[in-house]
């Protein structure tokens, strides 16, 4: 068959539709590969790491974030979390809710206020053997000065807030 007069147009308007699919596709699949921003899972996490790659044991023994290391990883629902030695790994995998991040390490502020943030692994406190992460200092800042209402508060929103995929940068 000859590709001439309306078969030709066909053929071509096929090809045309064709490779706007294509790079429809593609352009979708580089924004996904592109994207640096946080998940909206139930563990924040950047750059698929939870806590930034932060040692979540070392909140608790060092009293201050302590970066993990490649070598020493553990996941718990599955997100994967870091550690500074092998000790503090093989702690949390021993009781991992007893070390992970409240409210799934979102900003716990943010949560009293019913959204998903993002935290700085530096605006932390540890209130009752529990870890809470902030937005930022300035919020950790707010957070401190009604720390049981606020924590009253997320623990209300929690289950519903947990199953939001947007989080605020």
């Known amino acids: 068959a000859c590709l001439n007069g309306r078969h030709a147009r066909d053929y071509q308007c096929g090809n045309i539709i064709r490779g706007c699919w294509v790079l429809l596709m593609l352009a979708i699949w580089g924004i996904g590969i592109c994207s640096t921003s946080a998940k909206a899972g139930d563990i924040f996490e950047r750059n698929n790491m939870a806590i930034d790659g932060y040692d979540p044991v070392a909140y608790f023994t060092e ?78 800042s707010r957070w401190v000065m009604d720390i049981p209402g606020y924590i009253r508060k997320a623990d209300v929103n929690w289950p519903d807030v947990k199953k939001v995929t947007k989080v605020h940068e």
């Open 63 to 140: 009293q201050k974030p302590v970066k993990g290391s490649p070598e020493f990883r553990s996941d718990f629902q599955g997100s994967t979390f870091q550690f500074a030695s092998a000790a503090h790994r093989d702690a949390f995998a021993a009781d991992p809710s007893k070390y992970a991040p409240q409210y799934g390490g979102y900003c716990a502020y943010g949560m009293a206020k019913g959204y998903k943030a993002a935290i700085d692994p530096a605006a932390f406190t540890v209130v009752s053997d529990k870890l809470y992460l902030n937005y930022s200092e300035t919020v950790r």
